[in-house]
């Protein structure tokens, strides 16, 4: 499954699909409601099935990467519950490999062509004025971001050039401004920024400036659209009009590149309720934001009784699952492994000596194949008001935990094998609330999921 349209003649198919997932979700609590951070103190093992405990005892971790990778034959047979779990989180979830054909006719009488998008370097050439354009598109992008904006830049140039009467964009949470700046700037689309951040918006129009007096530089100030994007510092609420903050009544595209979960769900509330708001391209992350009473937002899942989504299950959803299978495959395999295990082991020694500290932010720690749990301690609490007696570090607990290790990672493993299934469910409510709007909306995995994790597009139009 690549394009995952939501018109009409899908209902059917969207509500079996979700109660699915719900049923999945609500069937595997014990894996997905908890922290892995908790592994030893509430002691997760002990929660595992015996013939599942008893299959992984002579689990091989270079297995892994396998288990969690759709139709890759495992090496060794796992019991036949664990087996149809395995096989039915890959049915189930939406793909979010970029590579599949893509097979959407909604996009196709949009002329949208993800498979098309033009790297940056390409619009850099075939500009006519190339200097300057490097200029826009190289200054401190980092490869990620550059990803990421040239691949939705494109289909954003392809959606607008398809709407009638429709040249602003309205960018949802635009941090630094680089999407925005490349959407007025290099194709030329009046461009409103609506950013919450103060620092962010100062550096995006620091960042806007110094643009601009390259333009100047290279004189091309005569030539091209020289218009920055329009700057407007708020932050965006769950009531806001985004035409009227903006006192914008043209029609518009609205856009947000990573909009973290609340603000996600303001901007299709904004689709639906704003007449001037003609369509929508929409990456939605960090889903554990989203509020207990903005989910589920679809009348569709209200019907279905969908489980609330607790914060750990909201949190796994945004884990780089490709990432982490990439590492297994790589010399960085055995730190990637370890780390869960350190970490735990930590926040049980936390929980006995300074049991305030429990589930806080630690320093992060790069850690080597050679590190040991007595180097990853220090560095993890340098300079954090923790208090643990160096003895503790060589006790018998501390080892039998250290044992563990194959468990542990083993169990985050499971978490990351249904983490799919709660960003499938939320998006799902997302495209189905559009449609009850009457609403097409299309999603896509857009991005490399290895180079940008929260990877699916959102396409709507009204
Ligand atoms: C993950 S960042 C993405 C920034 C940018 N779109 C990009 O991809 O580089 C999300 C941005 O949205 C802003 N933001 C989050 N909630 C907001 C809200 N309710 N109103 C306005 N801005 C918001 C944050 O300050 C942050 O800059």
Redesign the pocket.
């Known amino acids: 499954m690549y394009g995952y349209e939501c018109l009409d003649t899908h209902k059917d198919r969207d509500e079996k699909h979700m109660r699915c997932l719900s049923y999945l979700i609500s069937h595997y609590k014990w894996i997905i409601d908890v922290y892995n951070v908790d592994y030893f103190v509430a002691n997760h093992w002990s929660k595992v099935p015996k013939q599942w405990t008893q299959c992984f005892e002579k689990f091989d971790l270079k297995d892994l990467s396998n288990f969690l990778t759709k139709g890759s034959p495992m090496n060794c047979v796992l019991p036949l519950n664990l087996l149809s779990l395995r096989a039915t989180c890959f049915a189930l979830q939406l793909s979010r490999q970029t590579n599949d054909n893509i097979d959407s006719d909604f996009c196709e009488s949009l002329k949208i062509s993800p498979n098309s998008c033009r790297t940056l370097d390409s619009l850099v050439n075939d500009s006519k004025h190339p200097k300057m354009k490097r200029e826009i598109l190289n200054r401190k992008i980092k490869e990620k ?1 550059r990803h ?1 904006i040239q691949r939705l830049s494109t289909i954003t140039d392809q959606l607008l050039k398809s709407l009638d009467n429709c040249r602003t964009i309205v ?6 401004g ?2 925005s700046r490349i959407m007025s700037l290099c194709y030329g689309y009046d461009v409103i920024s ?4 103060d620092d ?1 918006v100062l550096g995006a129009q620091n960042k806007d400036l110094k643009m601009l007096n390259s333009l100047k530089k290279y004189k091309l100030m005569d030539n091209i659209h020289t218009d920055c994007p329009k700057q407007v510092n ?4 769950n009531n806001s009009s985004i035409s009227e903050l903006t006192e914008l009544a043209d029609n518009h595209l609205l856009l ?5 979960g ?2 996600s769900a ?1 901007i299709l509330k904004q689709l639906r309720e704003c007449q001037s708001a003609k369509g929508l391209i929409l990456v939605s ?2 889903y554990f934001k989203i509020h207990m009473n903005s989910f589920p937002m679809s009348q569709c899942a209200h019907k279905l009784s969908v489980p609330a989504l607790s914060y750990e299950a909201k949190e796994i959803a945004c884990h780089a699952i490709e990432k982490f299978i990439n590492k297994l495959n790589t010399r960085e395999r055995l730190s990637t492994l370890r780390i869960h295990c350190y970490r735990a082991l930590l926040e049980s020694l936390i929980d006995k000596y300074n049991p305030n500290m429990r589930h806080n932010a630690m320093k992060s720690v790069k850690i080597g194949d050679n590190m040991n749990f007595n180097d990853y301690f220090h560095k993890a609490v340098n300079g954090l008001n923790i208090d643990i007696p160096e003895e503790e570090l060589d006790s018998d607990f501390v080892r039998n935990c250290l044992s563990q290790q194959q468990n542990c990672i083993i169990f985050y493993s499971l978490r990351l094998l249904i983490a799919p299934l709660v960003e499938s469910l939320i998006l799902l409510d997302f495209i189905n609330y559009l449609k009850e709007d009457g609403i097409q909306t299309a999603l896509l995995p857009l991005f490399d999921p290895i180079l940008s994790p929260r990877n699916f597009v959102l396409i709507a139009i009204k």
């Open positions: 971001k990421e960018d949802c949470g635009s941090g630094q680089h999407l609506i950013e919450g951040n962010n708020c932050v965006l609420q947000g590149l990573h909009a973290c609340p603000l303001i992350c960090c």
